[in-house]
């Protein structure tokens, strides 16, 4: 069964830049990364999107090693607003189906 | 461009209860996706339709949950008899096109408390 790892919390200050990481084993070769971020009584809104080495939009970058064992997204200079839990969304396939796993969320704390 | 809509927001029923569900996903999306997310999880695919044909149902406990997308639009899911367990917040998510890899957009979720 596909399987992803991510840190519980992390706690950052204003203004830093925060890199939240998710482990996933065995994904597939063509399988994209995506990350979601999720705030209280909402449902989870789409970050970034990824397949290799680097991705950047305005508001996030996801940086994928040549394994692709693992993903990191990286929020530069957060701010309060940023306080959210971050899901890391990874499809594994093979034998002609696929399957999405959510890994179980990072909580984000910024502190002013 | 509306969202996808849920509803109702909140259910509070007693366990052996049943419940539903119902999803409106976004015009012109043919993927429509159902989650179970409880407390403190991450969110649990229980099925995923295009159009109206199931592409994964293999984590939706087919005991006691049903769902259903009619003319391939909106989409209900039924609970029956429901559980402590089923406890949870229901998700329902649409995208453009079928693949893991399109970007889904969320509803707000029902809130379902099994007492």
């Known amino acids: 069964l596909a399987k992803t790892t991510q840190p519980i919390s992390m706690d950052s200050y204003e203004g830093q830049e925060v890199n939240i990481t998710c482990s996933h084993n065995n994904i597939a070769t063509n399988d994209y990364i995506t990350w979601y971020q999720q705030f209280p009584s909402q449902g989870p809104r789409f970050i970034i999107q990824g397949y290799k080495t680097k991705v950047t939009n305005e508001v996030a970058s996801l940086f994928i090693p040549a394994d692709r064992k693992s993903s990191t997204l990286s929020l530069p200079r957060v701010s309060l607003s940023d306080t959210a839990v971050y899901y890391c969304?990874?499809?594994?396939?093979?034998?002609?189906?696929?399957?999405?796993?959510f890994g179980k969320g990072t909580k984000l704390s910024v502190i002013p | 461009e509306a969202g996808v809509a849920q509803s109702p927001r909140y259910k509070i029923i007693e366990k052996r209860q049943s419940v539903a569900f119902w999803c409106n996903p976004i015009?012109?999306?043919?993927?429509l996706y159902w989650y179970q997310q409880i407390l403190g999880q991450g969110p649990k695919l229980l099925i995923q339709?295009?159009?109206?044909?199931?592409?994964?149902d293999s984590q939706l406990p087919k005991d006691r949950f049903s769902a259903e997308r009619l003319k391939g639009v909106d989409s209900t899911l039924k609970i029956q008899p429901a559980k402590l367990e089923d406890s949870a917040v229901y998700l329902c998510a649409s995208s453009p096109i079928a693949g893991g890899a399109d970007t889904q957009y969320f509803g707000p979720g029902t809130r379902l408390t099994v007492l």
């Open positions: 015009s012109g999306h043919a993927t």
């Open positions: 969304l990874v499809v594994y396939s093979g034998a002609g189906s696929y399957q999405l796993t």
């Open positions: 339709f295009q159009n109206n044909g199931v592409v994964d």
